[in-house]
């Protein structure tokens, strides 16, 4: 697992709690199947952009470029 790999995945998931999507729901809105979002949430698999970019909007940023600065500034408070 990468090393942004760790806050994309809690960014993704402080998401779902902010809007209140299931994970299944999330993965429908990104245009992928659940077994494939759930292989990259639990981090056995890198995202490729275009997922970022499909679940950023799904949870209501405009692009996968906020979904990583949004990560980038949770790992950062963390350190």
């Known amino acids: 697992m990468s090393n942004i790999s760790k806050p994309v995945n809690k960014t993704i998931r ?3 709690v902010r809007t209140g999507i299931t994970q299944k729901k999330l ?3 990104a245009g992928m199947h659940i077994t494939y979002f759930s292989s990259r949430i639990n981090g056995h698999h890198e995202w490729t ?3 970022l970019d499909g679940i950023a909007t799904a949870l209501g940023w405009n692009s ?3 979904l990583l600065s949004a990560a980038e500034n949770e790992q950062g408070l963390a350190a």
């Open 27 to 29: 993965a429908e809105k």
């Open 49 to 51: 952009l275009a997922d």
């Open 64 to 66: 996968a470029v906020d």
């Open 14 to 16: 402080i998401g779902l």
